[in-house]
C-alpha cells in the first residue's frame, strides 16, 4: 500500500510507531519518495485512509493532490476518527459526531467531507467534485450500507441520508440541510411495504421533494408551501399532521408539478441527488445569509464549511417515534436543568423552523420514560466530557434513541457566567477554562438595561401579550415587520423591534439591526431564539395571540379577555425577553448590577489578568462610572470636553477671540471650571492615577458656526465687535488641514497660558483633595509630540506652574509627566522622549490615522468597500492594524523601555476597549495598562484575562 510522500522532518514529527518511523526514515535516505499517510499528523484514532491500489496513483495528477488532508474522515460506530480538536477540518459537527463514536453513544453512521475540500470546490474546482474524490465518496458510503444493513436507493430495504453543513464555528441557521436523501418513486413504495407504514414513507418523499428543490435547485421555497395550504383547505385539516397516507401522496406529484412549472425535472438517480446535495451545501458557505452572518459574527479565517454524509434515522415513523433538540442546561439563565423541546411524529426541521409548536423537554418523561432516562444519561456523559453546557440533536426511532449532534451551546450573557462559574466550583474547569467560557459579548449583554420592577402595577397593566421568553434582556423600539425596515430605522437611528410570524435565515440582517425580536411561532430552540441567543438580543417566539398582517402594517394582540388590540408599524412596544412579557409603548429600564455569579466571574478575572484596566473619563460622573465597573483609574482626561457645557463654551470662545483683557477674565473663570471638575474626578479616583491630557484639538473647534447667527449675535454683543468684524475672525481661525495643523503641544507652545491656567487647575485640585482625605495621583500628559524638543519645552512650562502653585499654597504633591505617542515620528524617537518622560500612553486612533493617512472622519467613504473587497478585514480604528500599527507601538515599547526598563506604557484610544486590540496589547507589546470607555471596562478586563490565559496555553 503506498502514500503520498511527507519530506522526512514532518514524519519524524508525527506520533507514529517508533518501527513505523525508522522504516520511513530508511525510505526516506534510499528514495525521493516516502510513503505515509495522508491525514492528520498525530491523530491515531483518524480511520480515513483511502487506498490507492496502483503505486503508480501516487504521481498521478489530481486535483485532490493539492489537499494536505484526508477528504473524509469516518465516524459510528468501530469507526471514532479524530476528536473535537480537528474542528478546523472536520467542523464542529464533524469534530463532535466522531467524538460521540468514541465515547461509546448511539450515533448513525456516516462520513465527513472536510473543510480543505469545501474551500477547493469553490475557488478552485469551479464548484465540481473531482472524480477520484467522488469515488471516495462511494466507498466511504459502502460503509454506511454495511453498517445499518441497508443499501442506498434500493426499494426493498432503502438507506436514506441526510447531508448537513457544519463549520469550525457554529452559524445555526444559515446554512442549509438535506434530508431523506435517497427518496424516488421506487423507494418510496418499497419504504412503506417494507415499514406497512405508507404515510411515513409518502411523508418522507414529500419533504425531500421540498428540501431537495429549494436547497440544491434553489426552487423558492414558498411555492411548495403554496401546494401544501391549497392541500389542507381541500381536505379541511390544519395540520400537515392531519393529512392521511393519500393526501401526502398526492401532495408528492404536485411537489414534481413544481419541478416542472420551474423548467426542472426531479433526479430519481440517487448518486446524482447526493453529488448535488454536497454541491449544495458548499456552495451555502457562500451563500448571502452565511457570508453576511460571518461579517457581523467577525468570523474568518475559516477554509469553509465540512459536509456530513450520515444514515437517516426517523422521527416521523408514529407515536413512539420522535424528535428534538436540548441544552445539557438553560442557556437563559444558565441553571443546571434540562431545557430543550421534543415533538411526536415529526423529523428535525419541525422542531427548529417554528412550523409546529414543540413541547418541553419534561413531557418526555412521561411520554417515554425509557428514552427520557438514557437520554439524560447521556447529556451527563457529553457535558462532563466536553466541560461545557451542550445543544444537542436526538431522533427517537420506533423507541431507540440516536444522537445526531453535540456542540457547545449558545447562550445568552448571564447563563455564560453563571455556567461558567458553576462549571468551576463543580470541578468540572479550572478557573482559566472559566475564563474562556465567557465572551466579550456576553458581558455587553449584562451590562445592557432591564426593566426594574416588573411586579409593579405600571408594568402589569402594559402587557399585552405572552410568549417563550427565548432570549433574555429589555428591548424597546418601534414596530417593523421588514428587514428593509429596520435597516432603514437604524440607519435613521430610529430602534426598532422586528415582528414576525416566524423569522428564517434570511431574516438575519434586520435581525441584527432590531434592538429585539417578537414572533407569533416558533418554540424556544427556533431560528429566531439561537440567533437571538448569541446576539444577546431580547427575544420572545410563539406567542400565539400575536397576529402579523404584513400587508396592513399592523400587528394584533388577542387578550385574556378575548379583546383585541392592534398596534401599527412605527408604533413603541417593549419585550421582556426573561418574562415573554409584550408590552404597549416604551417602558423605563434601567441598568445592571454587577453582583452574584458576575461579581464571582469578575474577581477570577481581576485575579488572572496582569494588564491594569484604565477608563476614558472626563466628569467627575464618567469617573464614578468607571469605578463601578473596576477601573483601575483614568487613563485619559480629555480636558477640552469639560468646556462643551453652555456656560464654558461661551468663555472659551472669549479666550479665543477677545483681546487680551478679555482672554485673561476667562482663563481665570476656566479655571474655576475645571478645578472643580478635577476635585470631582480625583474624589472618585481615591488612590488611583488620573491621567490628564492638556489641550489636544484645534481652537476653531470651540468657535461657532458661521450659519448660527443668534450665538454670532450674542458672542460679538459680549466682545464689544460686530457680526462682521467677528466672522472676519472665525474665518481666519480656520484650517485647511486643522487635524495636522495647531492643536496639541503647538497649541501649548504658541498659546502657553492655556497650558499654565489647565497644570494650574490640576494641581490646586489635587491639593484642595488631598486636604480632604483623598489620595489624588495627578498625571499630566502633553499630546502630540514629535519631537523631544517640543516634550521638554512642555514639561518644563509644566514643572514652572507646579513650582508655582507648590509655593504658594506651601505644599507639594508627587505628579508625574508624560507624553501620548500618536504620531510616528515620536515612535521612531521614543528613546529620546523616554529619557525625558515618566510614561508613555499611545493615542492609537490619531497613531492609526496618521500612519495609514486615513482621515478618520472622511473614512466612511472608501471603507465600506475596502472591507468588501478584502483590502482591509477589519475598521483599523475599532481593531488594531498589528501589522503596521501594532509595529510601530512595540518599537515603542522596546526603545523606551532599553532606556528605562520599568517605564509605564499604556494605550487610551478606543482600541483599549476592543477585545483583539486588548490581546495585542497584552501578549506581544506588553503594555502597563490599556484605558477605554467606563462602560467598556469590564469587557476589557475579561479580555485582558482570556489574553493571559490564551498565552499561557
Partial sequence: IFYKLLPKHQILKMKIHPSAIVLASLLCWTSTHAFVPKSFGGHHRLTSLHVATDPSSTTAKSPTDSLQYAPITLFGKDHAGANASDKHLLGGKGANLAEMSFIGLSVPPGFTIS??????????????????????????????????????????????????????ISMPGM?????????????????????????????????????????????????????????????????????????????????????????????????VQLRLSIGAVFNGWMGARAVKYRQVEGIRNLLGTAVNVQAMVFGNMGDTSGTGVCFTRDPNNGNKELFGEFLINAQGEDVVAGIRTPRPISELEGNMPQVYAEFKRNTEILEEHYGDMQDIEF???????????????????EAAVKIAVDLAEDGFIDKHEAIKKVLPEHLDQLLHPRFPDVENKDYQSAVVGKGLPASPGAAVGRIAMTNEKVVENKKNGIPSILVRDET?????????????????????????AVVARGWGKPCIC????????????????????????????????????????????????????????????????????????????????????????????????????????????????????????????????????????????????????????????????????????PV????????????????????????????????????????????EMQVRAVLEAALNAIDAGVDARPDIMIPLVGKVEEFRHQAALVRQVAAQVFEERGKTCDYKIGTMIEIPRAALVAHEIAQEADFFSFGSND???????????????????????????????????????????????????????????????????????????????????????????????????????????
Avoid at 435547485?217 to 390544519?238: A, N, Q, T
Avoid at 472626563?618 to 483609574?633: M, Q, S, V
Avoid at 474665518?731 to 495647531?742: D, I, K, Q
Avoid at 484610544?909 to 470607555?933: I, K, M, Q, W
Wanted: glycine share 8%; with cysteine.
Fill in 115 to 168: 473543510t480543505e475540500v469545501c474551500d477547493q470546490f469553490c475557488n478552485v474546482w469551479n464548484q465540481e467534485l473531482p472524480p477520484d474524490l467522488w469515488n471516495q465518496v462511494v466507498e466511504s458510503l459502502k460503509t454506511i450500507e454495511t453498517e445499518m444493513q441497508s443499501t442506498f436507493g434500493s426499494p426493498e430495504n432503502p438507506l436514506l441520508l441526510s447531508v448537513r453543513s457544519g463549520a469550525a
Fill in 712 to 755: 454670532l449675535a450674542a458672542l460679538a454683543k459680549e466682545l464689544g465687535s460686530t457680526v462682521d468684524e467677528l466672522k472676519e475672525q472665525v474665518e481666519a481661525s480656520e484650517e485647511v488641514n486643522p487635524m495636522l495643523g495647531l492643536r496639541g503641544c503647538r497649541l501649548g507652545i504658541t498659546r502657553p497660558e492655556i497650558i
Fill in 175 to 271: 446554512m442549509d440541510t438535506v434530508l431523506n436523501l435517497g427518496m424516488n418513486d421506487e423507494v418510496c413504495a418499497g419504504l412503506a411495504e417494507k415499514t406497512a407504514n405508507p404515510r411515513f414513507a409518502n411523508d418522507s418523499y414529500r419533504r425531500f421533494l421540498e428540501m431537495f428543490g429549494s436547497v440544491v435547485l434553489g426552487i423558492p421555497r414558498s411555492h411548495f408551501e403554496d401546494e401544501i395550504d391549497d392541500l389542507k383547505y381541500e381536505k379541511g385539516v390544519y395540520e400537515d399532521s392531519d393529512l392521511t397516507a393519500d393526501d401526502l401522496q398526492e401532495l408528492a406529484q404536485k411537489f414534481k408539478g413544481v419541478y416542472t412549472a420551474q423548467g426542472m425535472e426531479f433526479p430519481q438517480d440517487v448518486l
Fill in 542 to 709: 410563539g406567542c400565539t395571540a400575536l397576529s402579523v398582517d404584513e400587508q396592513k402594517g399592523e400587528i394584533t394582540l388577542t387578550l385574556e379577555d378575548g379583546s383585541t388590540k392592534t398596534f401599527k408599524e412605527g408604533d413603541f412596544i417593549s419585550l421582556n425577553g426573561s418574562t415573554g412579557d409584550v408590552l404597549e409603548g416604551q417602558q423605563q429600564v434601567s441598568p445592571p448590577a454587577v453582583s452574584g455569579n458576575l461579581k464571582t466571574f469578575m474577581d477570577w478575572v481581576d485575579e488572572i489578568r496582569t494588564v491594569d484596566v484604565l477608563a476614558n473619563a472626563d466628569t467627575p460622573a464618567d469617573a464614578k462610572e468607571a469605578r463601578k465597573n473596576g477601573a483601575n483609574g483614568i487613563g485619559l482626561c480629555r480636558t477640552e470636553h469639560m468646556f462643551f457645557q453652555p456656560e464654558r463654551i461661551s468663555k472659551v470662545r472669549q479666550l479665543i477671540l477677545g483681546n487680551e483683557k478679555q482672554s485673561e477674565a476667562a482663563l481665570k473663570e476656566l479655571l474655576v471650571f475645571q478645578r472643580a471638575d478635577f476635585e470631582g474626578i480625583f474624589e472618585a479616583m481615591d488612590g488611583f492615577p488620573v491621567t490628564i491630557r492638556l489641550l489636544d484639538p484645534p481652537l476653531h473647534e470651540f468657535l461657532p458656526s458661521l450659519k448660527d447667527k
Fill in 847 to 953: 497613531l492609526t490615522q496618521m500612519t495609514f493617512g486615513y482621515s478618520r472622519d472622511d473614512v466612511g467613504s472608501f471603507l465600506p468597500k475596502y472591507m468588501e473587497k478584502g483590502i482591509l478585514l477589519d475598521d483599523p480604528f475599532v481593531t488594531l492594524d498589528v501589522e503596521g500599527v501594532g509595529q510601530l507601538i512595540k518599537m515603542t515599547v522596546e526603545k523606551g523601555r532599553a532606556v528605562k526598563p520599568g517605564l509605564k506604557i499604556g494605550v487610551c484610544g478606543e482600541h483599549g476597549g476592543d477585545p483583539r486590540s486588548v490581546r495585542f496589547f497584552a501578549n506581544e507589546a506588553d503594555l502597563t495598562y490599556v484605558s477605554c470607555s467606563p462602560f467598556r471596562v469590564p469587557i476589557a478586563r475579561l479580555a485582558a484575562a482570556q489574553a493571559v490565559v490564551e498565552k499561557s496555553s
Fill in 504 to 528: 428564517s435565515p434570511d431574516d438575519v440582517e434586520g435581525m441584527y439591526a432590531a434592538e429585539g425580536i417578537l414572533t407569533a411561532r416558533g418554540g424556544m430552540t427556533s431560528h429566531a
Fill in 395 to 413: 431522533t427517537i426511532q420506533e423507541g431507540k434513541l440516536f444522537m445526531l449532534q453535540t456542540r457547545s451551546g449558545k447562550r445568552g450573557g
